[in-house]
T-cell receptor, first 117, second 116 residues
Framework: AQKITQTQPGMFVQEKEAVTLDCTYD???????LFWYKQPSSGEMIFLIY??????QNATEGRYSLNFQKARKSANLVISASQLGDSAMYFC??????????????FGTGTRLTIIP | NAGVMQNPRHLVRRRGQEARLRCSPM?????VYWYRQLPEEGLKFMVY????????ESGMPKERFSAEFPKEGPSILRIQQVVRGDSAAYFC??????????????FGEGSRLTVL
């Protein structure tokens, strides 16, 4: 079974609009962490935002926020006021069990976001 | 630049040759992770190492692949007798000793292996 599911292979969004990238996850652990990474065409992986399973508030980092709905096991990334530089692949990832020190992540298949001027 | 350093960035090998990919973690980081990204796919965990120890190799193929992180020097991912299916981007990531919950991984820019 897929542990991380990203159902949108590609999205096109007008510049300055907000965009939501979907991510659902599957785990039986009580303690886990959810991450979003951005991969531009140059290939590097850029950390965007983190949400812990016990965090009561949704994480925010600048224009990025994570819409965490624990009961639905979803962790959607919201980018406000999109910019041309946001065009990239976006990966959702999960770390199960706070196995202290082991940061092994399971990644989804990604969503390719294209911002249209 | 104090980031995770990977080399080579691009490597071309013929079938049957060996590929060696190197990773120097960020300064102060003692944990190294290797991931593989096949074209148009997400990253897949391969192996987690600390200095001189393999902690978790549950994602490593059983044959031809090995990894090490010696006391001195970079971590090495070695692929023997490469086949076309090994063509992928190989990412290294590092993390500091456990000191918090977030546990962000810091990724290198990846090494892109092409097998002819």
């Amino acid at each position: 079974a897929q542990k991380i599911t990203q159902t949108q292979p590609g999205m096109f969004v007008q510049e300055k609009e907000a965009v939501t990238l979907d991510c659902t996850y599957d785990t039986s652990d009580q303690s886990y962490g959810l991450f979003w990474y951005k991969q531009p065409s140059s290939g590097e992986m850029i950390f965007l935002i983190y949400q812990g399973s016990y965090d009561e508030q949704n994480a925010t980092e600048g224009r990025y926020s994570l819409n965490f709905q624990k009961a639905r096991k979803s962790a959607n990334l919201v980018i406000s006021a999109s910019q041309l530089g946001d065009s990239a692949m976006y990966f959702c990832a999960m770390r199960e069990s706070f196995n202290f020190g082991n940061e092994k992540l399971t990644f989804g298949t990604g969503t390719r976001l294209t911002i249209i001027p | 630049n104090a980031g995770v350093m990977q080399n080579p960035r691009h490597l071309v090998r013929r079938r049957g040759q060996e590929a060696r990919l190197r990773c120097s973690p960020m300064k102060g980081h003692s944990h190294v992770y290797w991931y593989r990204q096949l074209p148009e796919e997400g990253l897949k965990f391969m192996v987690y190492l600390q200095k001189e120890n393999i902690i978790d190799e549950s994602g490593m193929p059983k044959e031809r692949f090995s990894a090490e992180f010696p006391k001195e020097g970079p971590s090495i991912l070695r692929i023997q007798q490469v086949v076309r299916g090994d063509s992928a981007a190989y990412f290294c990531a590092s993390s500091p000793p456990p000191q918090g919950i977030t546990g962000e991984l810091f990724f290198g820019e990846g090494s892109r292996l092409t097998v002819l």
